[in-house]
């Protein structure tokens, strides 16, 4: 007859390794609260590439804790709200390579937007959104894959969230390697390099998810997005999800690609982006508005706006 010591010896055994497995596996976080309610917050470290959504659904079926899965790497670093910038220059007003957040703040002309930055270097130099935030109250997202660059990113202490993330070119999350590709950017596969490193890329869809539960907006409407990843640029507009978030003006870098430029038009018309403005004369960046918010715009040039 088994003793009853010895039941309870072989059940805290049984527990001890349930345990030891689910740690190895997550990390967990309980000091979250969020709406009155505690959360555990599990860290993936060795399911990278699980359905994340079949796990969701399996733990709210069977538990009634509320849980938030985030995959190792996809950290969102907030807004340094109460700190002043520390920009080279103060006086500056418009930061832009060739005046984009000039012509952006013209087409739209509004306070208080959001802004999504993915190749958001510095958080000052060559920047489509400081002039947004400094002068018209916007707030967004600045994604920079580069490590030194972010360090930088973080030190301006810029009024928008933030995350040291490349884009992935699929729907899931994953690892490149990078190397420092001159002062404005990194290029992906290149191995025979000291400077070369891994980079966590993480789809674009997932960061704007996260992003959104981050700031409590549920409308999915981004009012401003800039992507300069250094050619990385068809790969993530073709894997995103263009039906659950509209974005109401977008500036794409081209770089005098004819032909990447001919695409771009044409596959974002299937999605109600039609062409706003036309650059005549670095012929470098697309920029396209959805139809939804801009009726009967006419067409225009960047020659317009830089002779102003």
Not at 84 to 100: A, D, M, P, R, V
């Amino acid at each position: 007859m088994i003793k009853y010591k010895t039941i309870f010896a072989y059940c805290m055994a049984i527990m001890y390794l349930s345990m030891h497995f689910i740690v190895s596996f997550t990390s967990i976080d309980t000091n979250i609260k969020r709406d009155n309610v505690k959360i555990l917050n599990f860290k993936s470290k060795k399911l990278l590439n699980y359905d994340e959504n079949v796990l969701i659904n399996k733990l709210k079926t069977q538990s009634h804790i509320r849980l938030e899965i985030k995959p190792q790497g996809l950290r969102i670093d907030g807004v340094s709200q109460h700190k002043k910038y520390n920009l080279k220059n103060t006086t500056q007003k418009y930061y832009s390579q060739i005046q984009q957040d000039k012509i952006v703040s013209s087409l739209l002309n509004i306070s208080n937007g959001l802004f999504v930055e993915a190749g958001a270097y510095d958080g000052e130099t060559h920047s489509n959104t400081l002039y947004l935030e400094r002068f018209k109250n916007w707030t967004g997202l600045l994604i920079e894959p580069s490590m030194e660059n972010y360090k930088i990113l973080l030190s301006k202490n810029r009024k928008a969230y933030s995350i040291n993330s490349c884009l992935s070119s699929g729907n899931k999350s994953r690892r490149s390697r990078f190397i420092e590709a001159g002062p404005f950017g990194v290029t992906t596969n290149q191995t025979t390099t000291t400077d070369s490193y891994n980079v966590l890329c993480h789809p674009l869809e997932k960061i704007l998810d996260y992003f959104f539960k981050e700031i409590k907006r549920n409308d999915r409407i981004i009012d401003y997005m800039s992507l300069d990843i250094e050619g990385n640029e068809k790969s993530v507009l073709e894997s995103f999800n263009w039906s659950k978030y509209k974005f109401k003006l977008l500036t794409i870098e081209y770089n005098q690609n004819v032909n990447f430029y001919n695409w771009v038009k044409k596959y974002l018309d299937q999605f109600g982006y039609v062409e706003i403005v036309v650059d005549d004369v670095w012929y470098q960046d697309v920029y396209l508005a959805h139809s939804s918010f801009f009726n009967n715009f006419n067409l225009t040039k960047v020659s317009d706006y830089i002779l102003v």
